[in-house]
């Protein structure tokens, strides 16, 4: 991709994140479900003429909603080099994704946005070895990431993958991970599951430990998400290993509700989720409270 292009497309994304604009529900139609995890889901959303909903970046959110249902806040999971479609990874764990888990293909729902910074594809990570680190449904929100940098390879240095869930049925996006991340090149692909399973022969443990096990060099910049005790965890671990915390990304997706800092819901201390991030570097949230 062209410099200018990319960092003006960039900019402009960012500018039309605080504006009206993004409070205007867009219809989209769902095109496509698949099934990747007993509890997750893939939904495939494209506009009305097709194509996707509005222009985003990694790390960006949307709110989908089901009229007389309700609305909730969830990553993009599809990176926005895919001008075809948009896509949402959501597992069931309420009202609204357990009516999203039983639509169908056609099925109309809205769709507004894109919400918070996004991760800094073409700025801090650029040019970069690339740890990322991700457990459950952690995953979904650095798959756009983790696409945005395979398909602009040579702008990123090695990447890494740590991924782990509870059993290997949790597993998101295994196919696609052996499939093409694992053979992509200068990429390598680490897996784990919480405990023994059957027919299972790869590494066994929690991501925490397995990140020490694996013991990374020091000169990467480490993406992480998952549930919050998993982030807490995984930090800790990579400051270990000599990891200084303006090496180390993270998001706090999952605080974020009305998206436009005006419910007050998202505030840590200082700091509102929706309007600060939900992406920090972490030593952006050395002043802020535990609770994070």
Not at 121 to 149: C, H, M, N, Q, W
Not at 270 to 275: D, E, L, M
């Amino acid at each position: 991709m062209n410099r200018t292009y990319c960092d003006d497309n960039m900019q402009e994304v960012h500018r039309r994140n605080w504006t009206h604009e993004t409070l205007i529900p867009k219809l989209g139609i769902v095109t496509d479900i698949r099934i990747d995890t007993p509890d997750i889901k893939t939904f495939r959303v494209i506009g009305p003429d097709g194509g996707v909903c509005f222009s985003y970046i990694p790390g960006q959110c949307a709110m989908l909603s089901i009229p007389g249902v309700g609305e909730a806040m969830f990553s993009i999971t599809s990176p926005p080099t895919n001008k075809d479609y948009m896509e949402f990874s959501i597992k069931k764990c309420g009202c609204l994704t357990e009516w999203l888990h039983q639509i169908d293909v056609g099925q109309q729902i809205t769709i507004r946005g894109p919400y918070g910074n996004g991760f800094p594809v073409e700025t801090d990570l650029k040019g970069k070895d690339l740890l990322f680190i991700a457990g459950g449904i952690g995953l979904a929100p650095l798959r756009s990431v983790i696409k945005y940098a395979l398909h602009y390879r040579e702008n990123y240095g090695n990447i890494d993958i740590v991924y782990g869930a509870r059993s290997a049925y949790d597993l998101v996006y295994l196919r696609e991970i052996q499939n093409e991340w694992r053979i992509a090149p200068n990429v390598n692909v680490y897996l784990t599951i919480d405990r023994e399973q059957e027919g299972w022969t790869g590494h066994v443990g929690f991501v925490p430990d397995y990140v020490k096990e694996l013991n990374f060099e020091t000169d990467k910049t480490a993406i992480v998400c998952g549930p919050p005790i998993m982030i807490k965890l995984t930090l800790k671990a990579l400051e270990e290993l000599g990891y200084k915390k303006n090496q180390i990304f993270t998001t706090l997706e999952l605080k974020m509700k009305c998206g436009i800092g005006k419910c007050g819901r998202c505030n840590i201390g200082t700091k509102y989720v929706c309007k600060d991030g939900p992406v920090f570097r972490c030593d952006q949230l050395e002043q802020l409270p535990e609770e994070f």
